[in-house]
Nanobody, 116 residues
Framework: QVLLVESGGGLVQAGGSLRLSCEVTGTIFDRQALRWYRQAPGKKEREWVTTITSDNVAYYIESVEGRFTIARDNAKNTVYLQMRSPKPEDTASYYC?????????WGQGTQVGVLT
């Protein structure tokens, strides 16, 4: 059974920093691409934020480029999202995602609130 468990959310001042973690179990972690999505308050859809491939290539949505960094630690089966200089518009629930052809796996989410 594949499980994704996020942690590290909370309140952060705009311009500060916060690191989210997602521990993944039940799969061969180092062969997987992993993604972070977010869902802002009042929004129906989740927004893709970033992807890291099994080869450590990272992709970002333009609005977080240069501020957020995705990283993985294959020894710990964990993917991280380092948020630097967060803005109020980054306030959202953040979800870890493991894409699979048979259906994606999702974590339960962790909430991030950015204070002005």
């Amino acid at each position: 059974q594949v499980l994704l468990v996020e942690s590290g959310g909370g309140l952060v001042q705009a311009g500060g920093s916060l690191r989210l973690s997602c521990e993944v179990t039940g799969t061969i972690f180092d062969r997987q691409a992993l993604r972070w999505y977010r869902q802002a308050p009042g929004k129906k859809e989740r927004e893709w934020v970033t992807t890291i491939t099994s080869d450590n290539v990272a992709y970002y949505i333009e609005s977080v480029e240069g501020r957020f960094t995705i990283a993985r630690d294959n020894a710990k089966n964990t993917v991280y999202l380092q948020m630097r200089s967060p803005k109020p518009e980054d306030t959202a629930s953040y979800y870890c995602n493991l894409p699979e052809t048979s259906g994606d796996y999702w974590g339960q989410g962790t909430q991030v609130g950015v204070l002005t």
